[in-house]
């Protein structure tokens, strides 16, 4: 069956550090590729896609880019901000219409400023 | 646009009792939802798909006579979870699909005593 492992948290950073949060997955033909952030007192939102290998997603400074070959789809942006503070999800869609989704455990990201 | 509510947010019950959660769509119709738990620390995992107008299609392992799903109308689907018990306190998450992406109510938080 699919599944999606990605990076225990939480994640502390300060203000414009790097950050990488590492998503792994496994699934049956061909899926596509989601990171989802649920900042607090919301419900998830989508940051970012990626539909087929080699795609990059970006969204907000954040960038993802879908390795086939090593079934990845690492988080990264390059000088995070206190607003960026929340929780990440990184999720798989197998092919086919019925758009189910599969989640990681999720990583809570705080930045200080 | 896309917006998805749930109501209640919280709701605290009594051992026994029934409880529903309402997840409505507020500017667009969505002929299916879909109806997750989140526990600490771990990944949502889906329930069942909601789709209007029929029943349920529910996932390995969920009692679909404790959690009763109703789709009556484009833009709203319950969940109510019947005789709840202590096990079943949880953050429940619905999602709305349309035009081939998901958006997400911001959940409720059920305790039962």
């Known amino acids: 069956g699919n599944s999606v492992t990605q990076m225990e948290g939480p994640v502390t950073l300060s203000e414009e550090a790097f950050l990488t949060i590492n998503c792994t997955y496994t699934?049956?033909?061909?899926?596509?590729l989601f990171w989802y952030v649920q900042y607090p007192g919301e419900g998830l939102q989508l940051l970012l896609k990626?539909?087929?290998?080699?795609d990059k997603g970006s969204n907000k400074g954040f960038e993802a880019t879908y390795r086939k070959e090593t079934t990845s789809f690492h988080l990264e942006k390059g000088s995070v901000q206190v607003s960026d503070s929340a929780v990440y999800f990184c999720a798989l869609r197998s092919g086919g219409s019925n758009y189910k989704l599969t989640f990681g455990k999720g990583t809570l990201l705080t930045v200080n400023p | 646009g896309a917006v998805v509510s749930q109501h209640p947010s919280r709701v605290i019950c009594k051992s026994g009792t029934s409880v529903k959660i309402e997840c409505r769509s507020l500017d667009f119709q969505a002929t299916t939802m879909f109806w997750y738990r989140q526990f600490p620390k771990k990944s949502l995992m889906l329930m069942a798909t909601s789709n209007e107008g029929s029943k349920a299609t529910y996932e390995q392992g969920v009692e679909k006579d404790k959690f009763l799903i109703n789709h009556a109308s484009l833009t709203l689907s319950t969940l109510t979870v019947t005789s709840a018990h202590p096990e079943d306190s949880s953050f429940y998450i619905c999602?709305?699909?349309?035009?081939?992406?998901?958006?997400f109510g911001p959940g409720t938080r059920l305790t039962v005593l």
């Open positions: 999602s709305a699909l349309t035009s081939g992406s998901s958006f």
């Open positions: 699934a049956t033909g061909y899926p596509s």
């Open positions: 990626a539909t087929k290998a080699d």
